[in-house]
């Protein structure tokens, strides 16, 4: 579990007392809107504070990936390269002829 799930958790926790208090403590039909209303606030913010994090974490995970993607191309294109000049590297003590 994510550190940041605590602040949902800890949320979740405050909006369940908030909502028993009100269904206590209020008098009137709005008061008990408005606590509710402030008991779902106390759950939802932080919930979507912590996705919103995770789909930006997330984002830069996929950038990262495709980059080392393309890294990885680049590099075993380069192994390519080098072992097919050193396979076709001449012999020493000859000179390679320029054809023209």
Same mark, same amino acid.
């Given at each position: 579990?994510?550190p940041t799930?605590i #602040? @949902?958790? *800890?949320?979740? /926790? @405050?909006?369940?007392?908030?909502l $028993?208090d009100t269904?206590?403590t209020?008098? =009137?039909a709005?008061?008990?809107? +408005?606590? +509710? &209303? #402030?008991? /779902?606030a106390?759950a !939802? $913010?932080?919930y979507?504070? !912590?996705?919103?994090l995770d *789909?930006w974490?997330a984002a830069?995970?996929?950038?990262l990936?495709? $980059?080392?993607e393309? #890294? &990885?191309?680049?590099?075993r294109l380069l192994?390519? #390269?080098?072992?097919? +000049? $050193?396979?076709?590297?001449p012999e =020493?003590?000859?000179?390679p002829? =320029?054809?023209?």
């Open positions: 579990m994510k799930y #602040l @949902v958790i *800890l949320g979740c /926790v @405050v909006g369940t007392f908030t $028993i269904f206590f209020a008098t =009137s709005p008061q008990q809107g +408005a606590g +509710a &209303a #402030l008991a /779902v106390f !939802v $913010i932080p979507c504070f !912590v996705r919103a *789909l974490d830069g995970e996929k950038e990936h495709k $980059i080392n393309t #890294l &990885a191309t680049h590099t192994a390519t #390269l080098a072992n097919t +000049a $050193i396979e076709t590297k =020493s003590g000859t000179q002829t =320029s054809e023209g």
